[in-house]
T-cell receptor, first 111, second 111 residues
Framework: LAKTTQPISMDSYEGQEVNITCSHNNIATNDYITWYQQFPSQGPRFIIQGYKTKVTNEVASLFIPADRKSSTLSLPRVSLSDTAVYYCLVGGRTNAGKSTFGDGTTLTVKP | DADVTQTPRNRITKTGKRIMLECSQTKGHDRMYWYRQDPGLGLQLIYYSFDVKDINKGEISDGYSVSRQAQAKFSLSLESAIPNQTALYFC??????????FGEGSRLTVL
């Protein structure tokens, strides 16, 4: 299973764009990259998933360079309610639950 | 109602007691997972099941057992609870498409 490395914490202000980068140097050919958001004492919630290039949904964008050894989660115009822990997971799409959760990135959004 | 329901949500018990945490889901997914989360850390996989007759150990299965009673039900047992099993436990499901759906968690305290 691919190991991931993320910054431990990040601070931002309301209205700013936030980019969280994840390194996954030993990503396998069949691995997908998935990001989750977790609020205190709640289960993680799926944000976005991608394999290559760029993926965008209503809440975030995911940028994956050609070598796929890293990925960047982009959150546009964050609000206080985006304060949470963000996890980057790398693994096969059919066995997503076996992907390793690292310690995540704690994002704090300030007013 | 939640798609993935965990019971109990909170439990305090004593060392040596047997504890069962239950998970039920209405999403119709075949794949179910149990995770443990310690304060400030990511989630660690305890056990997972891809169907009723399939049970697999995860990263930290020692001291735990599971039962897949039906497609919709997956229980986690601590045969003889010890204080270092005090943690937040999450159940999750997946259809195999890469997204995990988590329950709201069961907070277990072992005195």
């Amino acid at each position: 299973l691919a190991k991931t490395t993320q910054p431990i914490s990040m601070d931002s202000y309301e209205g700013q764009e936030v980019n969280i980068t994840c390194s996954h140097n030993n990503i396998a050919t069949n691995d997908y990259i998935t990001w989750y958001q977790q609020f205190p004492s709640q289960g993680p919630r799926f944000i976005i998933q991608g394999y290559k290039t760029k993926v965008t949904n209503e809440v975030a964008s995911l940028f994956i360079p050609a070598d796929r050894k890293s990925s960047t989660l982009s959150l546009p115009r964050v609000s206080l309610s985006d304060t949470a822990v963000y996890y980057c997971l790398v693994g096969g799409r059919t066995n997503a639950g076996k992907s390793t959760f690292g310690d995540g990135t704690t994002l704090t959004v300030k007013p | 109602d939640a798609d993935v329901t965990q019971t109990p949500r909170n439990r305090i018990t004593k060392t040596g007691k047997r504890i069962m945490l239950e998970c039920s889901q209405t999403k119709g997914h075949d794949r179910m997972y149990w995770y443990r989360q310690d304060p400030g850390l990511g989630l660690q996989l305890i056990y997972y099941s891809f169907d009723v007759k399939d049970i697999n150990k995860g990263e930290i299965s020692d001291g735990y057992s599971v039962s897949r009673q039906a497609q919709a039900k997956f229980s986690l047992s601590l045969e003889s609870a010890i204080p270092n099993q005090t943690a937040l436990y999450f159940c999750a499901t997946s259809s195999g498409g890469g997204e995990l759906f988590f329950g709201e968690g069961s907070r277990l305290t072992v005195l």
